[in-house]
């Protein structure tokens, strides 16, 4: 009876979950936004004239209704993003990235609009757009691109709404970049409109469109331009922010890559690896998350099974006649052995010079989760049994961190289940008990997953195994049958 006692304690033991809750701005967050802000209007306050090496102060009402602007401007739009992306910020390396952005096209527009009248034209929105999307998203370069637009009207409203159509091409092109090459048409793209976008305005204002051919010519090189500063800027920010690139992240796709070949090597690792990364990836995108990286996530999850020192053969997918070696271990030594293929993944994966977007799905794909099945082996042991905690068998995590992780962490578990059903109808039940324990043992926590997400991501698994798992017919033609 002490022993059934026991065992119950494996079941989770809070009843709901804890809703996650959206982080506030901090004292340090704010300083941060009004720091800028101030910035911005010092810099808006300067009249500079580059040509005569000159600069005077606009007079004060020009300081106040700027500083009125911007304040309107870029504090509305961080709002905005801090509602709708709470953890965009979370990063202090990502908070002074935008900051800076901001900051240095605030600078270019005062500078290179005192140069000459085709100047302003180069004004490198485009760029910092194309870095916004590659690494933030969409939604994220539709956002800074009205804030980076925003900030060129203040000075020339024409300049201003020209670039802000570039940035548009960049914003609906740049997150499927495939190929590098790409690049370089989405160039001549953002070019083509900053021209058509330039004449449709000057056409409206009534202006002769033979005098401004220079700015014309210059709008139309702003595309290519800021194209190939895009190609040259990308490793150096995929450094600094630790997050893989759409490019970069095609290219851990390819099955020659290093860590996938030793994957390999363990065959039944190998094809888990493939299962999950295409569970994964559809469900996130049924929900709107990062299918591609969700996808390499998937790929790369469980590297520490072939890390040196780990034998593949500890784990269910490499054992072969029946044998497991853990039926000769005592349980203690086996949860130290799942332990480490977590940490000798990350550390395989940092050598190999994975980022930190794509080491997540290493170190999180199994949260803290409990090790059932050696946690109740040792019950067994009544040795154990007084000082057993259920503490002791858990992962050491962390728990899933964002959307993705978390949908890496159920597709890993329910495709491993997967492999003891005979049915559809189990592996169905299996996968909702799954969630609602992870769910009721805080798993999902501190990751901003709604019950509608998990109720897609599960609709989602559904049908994608329902489609691995299709039967044929059992009786083909046989040559024989044909003569």
């Keep these: 009876m002490k022993t059934q006692s026991r065992l119950r304690r494996v079941k989770p033991q809070r009843a709901t979950r804890r809703p996650s809750a959206r982080p506030l701005p901090s004292r340090r967050d704010l300083m941060l936004l009004g720091g800028m802000v101030v910035g911005l209007i010092l810099i808006y306050g300067v009249n500079l004239d580059v040509t ?5 102060f606009a007079s004060l009402s020009s300081w106040v209704a700027r500083g009125l602007a911007l304040t309107l401007l870029v504090g509305g739009l961080t709002t905005y993003l801090w509602i709708r992306k709470p953890l965009l910020f979370k990063q202090d390396i990502e908070k002074w990235f935008f900051v800076s952005l901001i900051l240095i096209n605030g600078f270019l527009t005062q500078l290179l609009g005192s140069i000459s009248p085709f100047s302003p034209y180069l004004i490198p929105i ?12 969409t939604e994220v370069g539709l956002i800074f691109s009205l804030m980076f637009a925003g900030l060129i009207v203040l000075n020339d409203p024409g300049v201003g709404l020209m670039l802000f159509a570039g940035a548009m091409v960049m ?46 010519a210059t709008s139309g090189l702003n595309g290519p331009i800021n194209a190939l ?34 994957l390999a090597s363990a065959p039944g690792t190998y094809q888990h690896s493939l299962s999950v990364s295409r569970l994964a990836s559809e469900a996130a995108r049924a929900i709107g998350a990062d299918s591609l990286l969700t996808q390499v996530g998937g ?17 269910a997918e490499n054992q072969r006649d029946g044998y497991n070696p853990h039926d000769d271990l005592p349980p203690n030594i086996s949860r130290i052995i799942l332990q480490n293929h977590v940490k000798a993944g990350v550390e395989m994966g940092q050598d190999s010079g994975l980022k930190q977007d794509v080491l997540q799905f290493i170190s999180e794909h199994h949260g803290q989760g409990v ?15 007084a000082s057993l905690s259920l503490d002791d068998y ?6 899933p961190q964002s959307k993705e992780t978390a949908i890496l962490m159920i597709s890993d578990a329910t495709e491993s289940a997967s492999r003891s059903m005979d049915t559809f109808e189990q592996l169905e039940t299996t996968l909702d008990r799954i969630v609602k324990e992870w769910l009721e043992d805080g798993q999902f926590d501190d990751c901003p ?6 109720t897609t991501v599960k609709n989602s698994l559904k049908e994608t195994f329902r489609s691995m798992m299709h039967t044929r017919p059992g009786n083909y033609p046989t040559a024989q049958a044909l003569k």
């Excluded at 005569?52 to 005077?56: D, L, R, V």
């Excluded at 485009?126 to 998203?137: A, C, D, H, R």
């Excluded at 099945?373 to 049994?385: C, G, M």
């Design 299 to 315: 790929l790369y999850h469980d590297i520490g099974k072939v890390a040196d020192g780990v034998r593949p053969t500890y784990f």
């Design 171 to 216: 914003v609906l092109r740049a997150r499927r970049i495939e190929r590098q090459r790409e690049l370089i048409l989405i160039g001549l793209e953002v070019g083509l409109v900053n021209i058509l976008a330039l004449l449709a305005y000057t056409l409206m204002t009534n202006t002769n469109v033979a005098d401004l051919w220079l700015q014309f």
């Design 394 to 399: 858990r992962y050491e995590g962390p728990k």
């Design 229 to 262: 500063l895009l190609m040259g800027l990308v490793p150096l920010v995929e450094y600094v922010l630790q997050r893989t690139s759409p490019l970069g992240l095609i290219e851990l796709l390819n099955t020659s890559h290093p860590l996938l070949e030793r």
């Design 52 to 56: 005569s090496t000159s600069f005077g």
């Design 371 to 385: 090790m059932r099945f050696f946690y109740v082996k040792a019950l067994k042991d009544p040795e154990n049994n």
């Design 126 to 137: 485009t760029l910092s757009v194309g870095l916004i999307v590659m690494f933030f998203g």
């Design 449 to 454: 997953m709604t019950m509608r997400d998990f």
